[in-house]
Structure formats: C-alpha cells, structure tokens
C-alpha cells in the first residue's frame, strides 16, 4: 500500500508506445498502462483495425492516438514516432511488441519464412527502440520494455526462427541497456510463456497438447493476458528504477524445465522422517 501512495507504479503524465496493438497480448498490456494512468500511441500495420481499441482507451479517460506502423520498413518506423512526438511532445515509455512466427520443422523453413521472421522481431525491435531513444536520451529519461519469449532462454522444435529472434532479443536487451543506461533509460524484457493468442490459436485447438502443456507447467495453466499486467507495469514505471539489462519471465514456471520425477505428487513425509 505504502508503494502505490508513493506513486512507484503511477504512470500518470507519463506517455506509452506499445507496437502492435490490433490484438492479443499487446492489447493486454496498452490496457494496463492505460490504468496505471498511462496516456497511449497504439500501432499497426492497419491503422483502422486500432479504431475499436483506441476508443476503449480513450472511453478510460486517457488520451490515445493511433499510427500506421510496418516495422520491416525504416521510413514506416520514422514516420511513426515523429507522429508520435507531434501528438504528445514526450514518449516516456516503449513496449517493443510487434511480432510474427511461422511455426515449421527446421527443414520447411525458406529462406523467407526466416527473413520475415528476424526483420520483424529483432531487426524492427532494435530501429524502434533506436527511434524512440533518440528522443529520451535527449530528455534523460525512458523505459524501454521489449517483449521476448520463453523461447528467448529455451528451445523448442518448430521454432527455429522464433527461437533465434527472440533469443537475440534478450541480447540486444543487455547491450541496449549499457548504451543507454547513462542517458536515464532502462532497457528490459518482458518474456511470456505459454499464452493462447491469434497467433498460436492452431495449437490450443487440441485438447490432449493443452493437458500436455499444463503438465509442465508448474502453475499447471497457460498463461491468461491479465497475468502480464503487473509486470508491465512494473517494468515501465518509476518501481523498477534500478532494474536493466533484465529478462522477467511470466511463463507460470515452465522455464525452469521441470519434468515429472515422482509417478504421482505426495505431499511429502512428516518432518524428520524419510
């Protein structure tokens, strides 16, 4: 109670770009900023499919403005943020969440499925977060939160492209963060495990992979949107002032690797007795 008097987790006054807005999780987390107080640039490739979106946003009394944004295209990414520099002076805070997948075994992948790929999660990701910078290291001040994976610190067959992407993401998140540290900005990851989206929506369709799926998680579900709210906020507020350079995962355990090593649970023996 005493943090949130203090406003740790306030972002009023305080304006956020999250990229790919026009569904899943990057609505979930615009939403939680917008709550913290939080006054939102919301972008797509479509700039109309953002017109129900933006006015939810602004329904919540927050300001919001919607922008064309193709992040393979650096003319796309330049006029995005100087839009966004028009419309509100100061950008405080980047959710790099603008992402793709092509879900193939290793040997179906064309050399444009990993194009598509890798211009998109990493390539897009860095130009945005350059773009974006340039204006808070002029102002000294910035949160940057690019949204990884759990792919980003584990394998996974299929995923090949994803995987590199999102691995190279937590790297330029620690190479970002000690080039921009000095000018007042944080750079973070923000790593998701298994949420049902548009864009896995295929997998969850199969009941027997989805039992699968929670028997390794330890929290024994997939993940929902709301249970990336705190961390986003966290991430982009003043509560996590001295944190850099960091990989969260939200992934309800699975990252550790746990696989079953007892043929059922047991609460355990009684203390002292084996």
């Not at 944004?69 to 796309?76: A, G, I, K, M």
């Not at 993940?223 to 003043?238: T, W």
Request: aromatic residues 6%; positive net charge.
């Amino acid at each position: 109670v005493d943090s949130m008097e203090n406003g740790l987790f306030d972002l009023t006054g305080k304006t956020a770009i999250v990229t790919g807005t026009s569904r899943g999780l990057g609505q979930a987390m615009a939403r939680a900023l917008a709550r913290s107080g939080a006054d939102l640039v919301l972008t797509s490739r479509h700039r109309a499919s953002l017109n129900e979106f933006k006015s939810e946003i602004e329904a919540m009394g927050r300001r919001a403005v919607s922008l064309e944004l193709d992040v393979r295209n650096l003319e796309s990414i330049r006029q995005m943020v100087a839009g966004a520099e028009a419309a509100f002076g100061h950008l405080d805070i980047l959710v790099n969440n603008a992402g793709c997948n092509v879900r193939k075994p290793a040997l179906d992948v064309t050399w444009d499925d990993w194009n598509l790929i890798l211009e998109t999660n990493l390539r897009g990701s860095f130009f945005v977060a350059q773009a974006v910078a340039r204006g808070m290291v002029s102002r000294g001040y910035g949160r940057i939160i690019n949204i990884g994976s759990v792919t980003s610190v584990a394998g996974y067959a299929g995923l090949a492209p994803y995987g590199a992407s999102r691995g190279g993401v937590r790297q330029l998140t620690m190479s970002l963060a000690d080039d921009w540290g000095p000018h007042g900005i944080t750079v973070n990851c923000l790593a998701p495990g298994w949420f049902h989206t548009a864009q896995n929506d295929v997998l969850y369709r199969n009941p027997e992979w989805v039992n699968y799926l929670r028997d390794r998680i330890p929290l024994k579900r997939p993940g929902e949107p709301r249970d990336l709210d705190a961390a986003v906020v966290f991430l982009a507020s003043e509560a996590s002032r001295y944190v850099t350079g960091q990989t969260l995962l939200v992934d309800g355990g699975i990252s550790t690797g746990a696989v079953r090593a007892m043929v059922q649970p047991v609460t355990g023996p009684p203390a002292g007795k084996k």
